[in-house]
């Protein structure tokens, strides 16, 4: 009998990575780092990738970021305030430069703003940036943003990778950051390597080189790691993280914070009803997703991925799509699809999160009526086809923006502009109005409650389904220093802290 992927993976899992003989050194500060997979671009705004975030985090600044422990800091903001009169207001750092050595003056910052609400614009945040109703720059260092409604989280819009402040002058083609590593040299598809801006004015980094080889199997990519050909890398395979752990040279660094989902193509056939996407969410067991592709490294999400321990959890809630193929099968009948139908499930073959979850995914769904094929393109192809919305369902792996619940409003606002992250065109208004109310609301009990209707409206309305939580690590040579990954929600974020890296 010939063995399968996943017995390989698995027999590989319980036994130590084949060793070289000789370990390579790498050079007096540089660090070699594995990337998972080569950006599809570099534009400050528009979303492509963890991956791609990790490289724009170092080579521009953004107004606010996090510290080790998730709490907001000030990174060209120094501080910020709601003030009474409704308006948030930034401060900036007056030492703050960009690396061509212009100033950060509070111009540069409304007119980042403004190129990101612009109607043309395909940055991430365009819709949440277009409710601003004024911005006012009272001196160089100080800007006052006035919106159309109330945010209280709007800090918190500010720290995302896909919201680094570059200069106003800059070429469209070669925007200037003001981070403490800029782009010495690429190979498409294979490789990036960063140098570090001189005398920056963080007095960052403390690396002098991050080298950057693109490792798309992540087999290979743990196997580099472990023969030494790199010092770290992100994505650590879950069948691997054990022998991670176990190598006394190494260290494993994981949090449980992303999730995995489906979306959906609303716009026409099956899924434009919310009794199918119901039916959808009901028919999958989510322990056999965390078994297949994460090698038990994560946990069943069973609602709208609201983290445990937070204030706006709530158990009864997280347990509303709860695996019930008889509920499913159901819901299709009502919906009028008693006899099932066929469609395709767009998933990645690059990373094995994604495919395996896909396989499991298309086998429930098979039991409950819904056939699908498979389609396992590149993730650059899955980004393209997901922001056009070319599928009819896909998997779907991320992280909320942050810990609070307006962090997940990139997926469950369906209103907003078109992206690979989110269901397209979806109808799900009472999720959307939720979700408003909460970013309005300044009281925490209100807040609370806000968002605890707008968990209700989502189990109903479906702008996506919650599969699986799953484990995040970077793996790294013990002798790498000064790397945090950052709790919960945050992780995707870490590749930040790669600035703050030394070798001990």
């Known amino acids: 009998m010939t063995p399968t ?55 521009h600044r953004r107004l606010i970021s996090y510290d080790e422990k998730g709490e907001l800091r000030g990174e060209l903001a120094k501080s910020w305030a709601n003030e009474p009169d409704g308006a948030w207001v930034f401060r900036l750092r007056k030492d703050a430069r960009f690396q061509n050595g212009e100033p950060v003056t509070s111009e540069d910052i409304r007119w980042n703003i403004e190129q990101i609400a612009d109607t043309k614009s395909t940055a991430y945040m365009r819709t949440q940036f277009q409710g601003v109703a004024m911005i006012e720059t009272p001196d160089a260092h100080t800007i006052r943003i006035r919106m159309k409604e109330p945010v209280a989280a709007l800090p918190h819009w500010f720290t995302g990778y896909n919201m680094p402040m570059i200069w106003r002058k800059s070429d469209a083609r070669e925007p200037v950051g003001a981070g403490p590593f800029r782009v010495a040299a690429q190979e498409r598809g294979s ?107 994560g946990r069943p999400l069973e609602g709208v991925p609201v983290i445990e321990g937070t204030p706006w959890y709530d158990a009864e809630l ?34 094995g999160m994604h495919k395996d979850t896909a396989e499991v995914v298309q086998q429930h769904l098979a039991a409950v009526g819904i056939q699908c094929e498979l389609r396992l393109p590149d993730w650059s192809t899955r980004v393209s086809l997901g922001t056009r919305g070319q599928y009819e369902i896909a998997i779907h792996g991320t992280s909320a923006e942050n810990n609070d619940p307006d962090g997940l409003t990139p997926y469950f606002d369906t209103t907003l502009s078109p992206s690979h992250g989110r269901s397209f065109g979806v109808q799900a208004p009472r999720t959307v109005a939720a979700l408003a109310k909460g970013r309005a609301e300044f009281d925490q009990e209100k807040r609370v409650e806000a968002y605890k209707e707008f968990q209700r409206a989502a189990l109903e309305e479906v702008p996506l389904v919650g599969l699986a939580w799953r484990s995040q690590g970077y793996g790294m040579d013990r002798r790498v220093q000064g790397f945090t990954n950052l709790p919960g929600a945050l992780t995707t974020s870490s590749g930040g802290m790669l600035e703050q890296v030394f070798f001990g």
């Open 191 to 297: 490789s990036i390597e960063l140098e570090a801006v001189p005398n920056h004015w963080q007095g960052l980094p403390k690396l002098k080189r991050i080298r950057m080889t693109v490792y798309a199997d992540e087999n290979l990519r743990a196997a580099a790691l472990q023969s030494g050909d790199v010092d770290m890398i992100e994505y650590v395979p879950w069948q691997s993280m054990n022998a991670v752990e176990a190598d006394p040279r190494l260290k494993l660094d994981a949090v449980e914070g992303p999730f995995m989902d489906i979306l959906f193509n609303g716009t026409r056939g099956p899924f434009a009803d919310a009794r199918v996407r119901r039916a959808v969410a009901h028919a999958v067991k989510r322990e056999d997703i965390v078994k297949a592709a994460f090698f038990g490294r």
């Open 318 to 351: 997280a347990k509303g799509w709860a695996y019930d193929p008889a509920r499913a099968k159901a819901l299709l009948a009502e919906a009028g699809h008693a006899n099932g139908f066929q469609t395709t499930l767009l998933a990645t073959a690059q990373y």
């Open 5 to 59: 992927r996943r017995a390989l993976l698995a027999a590989g899992a319980t036994l130590p990575f084949l060793r070289s003989p000789l370990r390579a050194q790498p050079a007096e500060g540089v660090l070699r780092f594995g990337l998972s997979t080569f950006p599809p671009n570099l534009q400050p705004w528009p979303s492509t990738g963890a991956s791609a975030g990790t490289v724009k985090m170092l080579i």
